[in-house]
């Protein structure tokens, strides 16, 4: 596992720097989550992870199926993971691509746990407090989690900002016990 992940990282950052050298990103942005999600595809996985399959028979199906207007630079990146045995590594590579894209342009996502589902409102007052909070745009991943029981958990990076029910009656009953 730590080496697929060190062979995305690896392909990510060659990948930003060519196209942020070529003035890409934005294509980049748009083609390799078109082509992750492709290989995503339990079958199509199954098919490029294999060993007895010859690459060449890999990459013809994979320029089958991948649209015309894919960039020929992201599909040459996901053909040479494949080539080199590392097609595990394509769906980190896509996310740390990204990672580094939010970087580039100054986004911190944000993941925001909460009981319930938040409607727009609640969506953009949270947006809002957490890019005064960071002092950077924000970008949310939502995530409902029951077991809050009610509030609010959001994970920035490394920093755990809880405002849960669940974790108050937690540090409630931690209070109690030591009574």
Known sequence: ?????????????????????????????????????????????????????????KERVLRLIVPDDVGREAV??????????????????????????????????AEVRTAIALDDVERRAITERLAALTEKRIEIHEVVDESLIGGIAVRIGDRLYDASVRSRLERLRARLAAV
């Open 76 to 109: 040459s990146l996901v053909l040479l993971m494949i080539r080199r045995g590392r097609p595990g590594a394509i769906p980190a590579t896509v996310e740390r691509f990204a990672e580094l894209l939010r970087r580039e342009r100054g986004i911190v996502r």
């Open 1 to 57: 596992m730590a080496r697929r992940e060190t062979a995305a990282r690896r392909y990510a950052e060659a990948a930003f720097q060519i196209a942020a050298a070529d003035g890409a990103l934005d294509r980049w942005e748009r083609d390799l989550p078109m082509l992750g999600a492709a290989l995503a595809d339990e079958q199509l996985r199954t098919f490029v992870e294999h060993p007895a399959v010859a690459y060449a028979e």
